[in-house]
T-cell receptor, first 114, second 115 residues
C-alpha cells in the first residue's frame, strides 16, 4: 500500500464547475496535510495546509480532513482553465528522534475545459 | 513571503561528469533543507534532508557518495551529482522551511539531462 494515494486522473471538469480531488494516507501518525499545485515543468506551490479535522476554506479552495478515515480532499469552486495542473497531496509526520518527513502522493491531473 | 532560489534551472552534461545544484533561502534562515527528485509523471521523492553544520540524512536507496550534500550555512545547501549517468536525468527540487514554520517553500527546480 502506498503511503499517500491519489487518483492520477486526468480529472476533467467544465469551467465554472467544482473540482473535487481526493487523497488517502496510510500512516495514522500523520499530523499535517498539504495540497500543492504543480504546473508542467515547474516546482510545486502550496495551495492549502490543514492540521485538524473538518473544513478549511481559502478563497475558491476548501480542504477537508477526516483523520478517522485517513482522508483529505481539496475542492476547487468556480474552476478556471488556469487551475489546470497536477495537484499533489502531501502528508507530514514528526519522526522519532526529531525532524519531520513530508510524503507526496503521485498527484492528480486536473483539466478545466472551456 | 519565504523565497527559495535554486540554480541552475537546467543543465545538460556529459556522462561521467559532476554537476552541482545550489539552493538558497533568500529571506530566511533554514536549518533544514530537503532535496527531492521527480521523474516524469511521478511524484516527488525525498532524497535527503540537509542539516546545517552536520551530515545529511539520506533516504533508503539513495547513494550518499553519489549525491553529495553540503549545507555549510543557514541559507545555502548544495547537491552534487557525481559521475552522472543518463539514468540520473531528472528534475531535482530543493525546499526549505523557516524556523518555526510548518510549511515548505520550494525552489524552482533544476532539470538535469545527462547525455
Amino acid at each position: 500500500q502506498k503511503e499517500v494515494e491519489q487518483n492520477s486522473g486526468p480529472l476533467s471538469v467544465p469551467e465554472g464547475a467544482i473540482a473535487s480531488l481526493n487523497c488517502t494516507y496510510s500512516d495514522r501518525g500523520s499530523q499535517s496535510f498539504f495540497w500543492y499545485r504543480q504546473y508542467s515543468g515547474k516546482s510545486p506551490e502550496l495551495i492549502m495546509s490543514i492540521y485538524s479535522n473538518g473544513d478549511k476554506e481559502d478563497g475558491r479552495f476548501t480542504a477537508q480532513l477526516n483523520k478517522a478515515s485517513q482522508y483529505v480532499s481539496l475542492l476547487i469552486r468556480d474552476s478556471q482553465p488556469s487551475d489546470s495542473a497536477t495537484y499533489l497531496c502531501a502528508v507530514g509526520r514528526i519522526l522519532t528522534g526529531g525532524g519531520n518527513k513530508l510524503t507526496f502522493g503521485t498527484g492528480t491531473q486536473l483539466k478545466v475545459e472551456l | 513571503g519565504a523565497v527559495v532560489s535554486q540554480h541552475p534551472s537546467w543543465v545538460i552534461c556529459k556522462s561521467g561528469t559532476s554537476v552541482k545544484i545550489e539552493c538558497r533561502s533568500l529571506d530566511f534562515q533554514a536549518t533544514t533543507m530537503f532535496w527531492y527528485r521527480q521523474f516524469p509523471k511521478q511524484s516527488l521523492m525525498l532524497m535527503a534532508t540537509s542539516n546545517e553544520g552536520s551530515k545529511a540524512t539520506y533516504e533508503q536507496g539513495v547513494e550518499k557518495d553519489k549525491f553529495l550534500i553540503n549545507h555549510a550555512s543557514l541559507t545555502l545547501s548544495t547537491l552534487t551529482v557525481t559521475s552522472a549517468h543518463p539514468e540520473d536525468s531528472s528534475f531535482y527540487i530543493c525546499s526549505a522551511k523557516a524556523v518555526g514554520a510548518n510549511v515548505l517553500t520550494f525552489g524552482a527546480g533544476s532539470r538535469l539531462t545527462v547525455l
